[in-house]
């Protein structure tokens, strides 16, 4: 009896005192978009399973949902009370490639300074989570304010979590240069991606170096003015903080990105967060039941649905779901024009809520229709659809590109689609076999990875946290000036 009761004894002690050995995290969690949100969340999980203690920080915009996340302990919010950031994303025009030098970096560095200023300004906030001991933080935007946050509060190990492609800043934070007449910019890319013409080469170095003139210098001196004033008279520049950056997470996945010079610090995660499939919801079950040559699904998200895509591309669509009477179309929309204009089609199928995976899992999924989201990309290239991409903005455009490069689909624009143009594209996919043989072959080669991006991760954060960066991975060119 004894004996058994210091057995439990000593058991409950092994694992309590195995779980106070793992250092604890305090993560940003980037909440002005569901796929930042939820990539930060698919780490947190993977942390959590891994017996770390994860908290978050998290702000709160005033016109944004407010956004959880299962895997976190605890969350330190703050509002953010401004709306800049709606008033200029709003205006955003959807089709085009133009993040960069549409001007909306400036908008984001504003709320950067702005979020800083409020973070950095709640005194009782800093004290709480200072009191909690972090030894790691995890954040998206390092450039801002964050490095010097996590440093004030004691956190010894950053890493950079980027819920797209890396970026060329990113990159530099490595000192690794990326040359911009090969590398497109992951804000504002051609379809054509790293096999550019030379106007589209010479375009990508105007936004490259707009980036590095224009972009920079503004994040810079958000930087500058947080050390200033949180780490007076200590001749500390940002390169100081940014350099202490022991990881950089991204969620593209290695097979699919475009291959571009890399250091042992930078882990790809791409498509690792898809889960075994679950059986097919009831009504989407039926739709499959009564398929013939299979099903495609149709998904822009919450950007373009039925209500607020423009009528050509409605048109479009319609004219698609005719041509092939035996083929049955899911489109997830939140729009509400259901019953008016497309009603007469009996083989497309509105609706407001689908588990994508296990859509796009099901052997009968013939093609993928989508505006091309990292994370909607991902999934379908791990089941093997070959994809039409039509993407709205940011990375999207990058994104697409990847899908014209590994041939598992083509990309087409939404400011030009036409009843013709759809038809054609999805008359080719379903005709030539070879955007489903290279769509299978890709799902094979991210199974099969060699380089799995989940353990490589979990290892390294066991290393960076025994014993913090490892400086002899830097490049001698890292922090240095451009020229
Ligand atoms: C957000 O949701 C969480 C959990 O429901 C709640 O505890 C928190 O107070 C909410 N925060 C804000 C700012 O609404
Ligand atoms: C943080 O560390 C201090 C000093 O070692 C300790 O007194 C305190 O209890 C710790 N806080 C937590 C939340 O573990
Ligand atoms: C960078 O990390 C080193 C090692 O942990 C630490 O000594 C240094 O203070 C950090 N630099 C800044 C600016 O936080």
């Known amino acids: 009896m004894i004996s058994l009761h210091s057995l439990l004894l000593l058991f409950i002690l092994s694992f309590t005192l195995g779980d106070s050995q793992k250092p604890k995290i305090l993560m940003y969690m980037t909440s002005f978009g569901y796929s930042h949100f939820n990539f930060d969340c698919g780490i947190a999980k993977w942390l959590k399973e891994d017996g770390y203690e994860v908290h978050a920080l998290v702000p709160v915009f005033p016109y944004l949902p407010n956004m959880t996340c299962d895997a976190i302990k605890a969350t330190y919010y703050f509002n953010v009370p401004t709306n800049v950031g709606k008033a200029v994303f709003g205006k955003m025009k959807y089709g085009v490639a133009n993040m960069v030098t549409n001007g909306i970096k400036s908008v984001i560095a504003e709320l950067s300074y702005l979020g800083c200023e409020i973070l950095f300004n709640d005194k009782e906030l800093m004290k709480t989570i200072k009191n909690q001991n972090f030894s790691i933080g995890f954040a998206e935007y390092m450039d801002g304010c964050l490095s010097i946050y996590f440093s004030k509060i004691g956190a010894k ?42 106007w589209q080469r010479t ?21 500058v003015h947080f050390i200033a004033k949180f780490f007076p008279n200590q001749n500390l520049s940002p390169m100081d903080f940014r350099k202490n950056i022991s990881l950089v997470v991204t969620n593209t996945n290695l097979f699919l990105d475009f291959a571009k010079p890399s250091n042992p610090k930078i882990i790809h995660v791409g498509g690792e967060f898809v889960n075994e499939p679950k059986k097919l ?19 822009f998200g919450t950007l373009v649905d039925t209500d607020k895509a423009t009528q050509i591309f409605k048109d479009s669509v319609k004219a698609v779901v005719k ?10 929309t939140n729009g509400q024009k259901k019953t008016t204009e497309f009603e007469e089609l009996k083989n497309l199928h509105l609706v407001t809520w689908i588990d994508q995976q296990s859509i796009l899992a099901n052997p009968k999924t013939k093609l993928f229709f989508t505006h091309c989201g990292l994370n909607s990309l991902n999934e379908a290239a791990v089941f093997g659809v070959p994809m039409i991409a039509m993407p709205i903005f940011g990375d999207q455009h990058y994104n697409s590109a990847l899908i014209n490069k590994r041939e598992i689909g083509i990309a087409i624009s939404y400011l030009t689609v036409t009843p013709k143009e759809l038809f054609s594209v999805f ?29 490589t991760f979990l290892k390294w954060i066991e290393f960076a946290a025994k014993y913090g960066n490892s400086y002899e991975l830097d490049l001698g060119s890292a922090g240095m000036p451009r020229f």
């Open 157 to 198: 190990s950053l890493i950079n979590l980027n819920p797209t492609a890396l970026q060329y800043p990113v990159y530099r934070n490595l000192g690794l240069f990326l040359s911009p007449a090969s590398v497109p910019s992951v804000d504002e890319s051609f379809s054509s991606g790293d096999t550019m013409n030379y």
């Open 203 to 223: 375009w990508n170095i105007y936004v490259t170096f707009y980036e590095e003139f224009f972009y920079k210098p503004m994040f810079e001196n958000v930087m």
């Open 281 to 299: 919801q009831k009504t989407i079950e039926e739709i499959y039941s009564i398929s013939t040559d299979g099903v495609v699904l149709i998904s």
């Open 323 to 332: 041509a092939y009477p035996n083929l049955q179309f899911i489109w997830k």
């Open 427 to 455: 008359d080719e996919i379903l005709k030539n076999p070879k955007y489903s043989q290279n769509s299978k072959l890709l799902s094979q080669k991210i199974k099969n990875n060699p380089l799995k991006g989940k353990d």
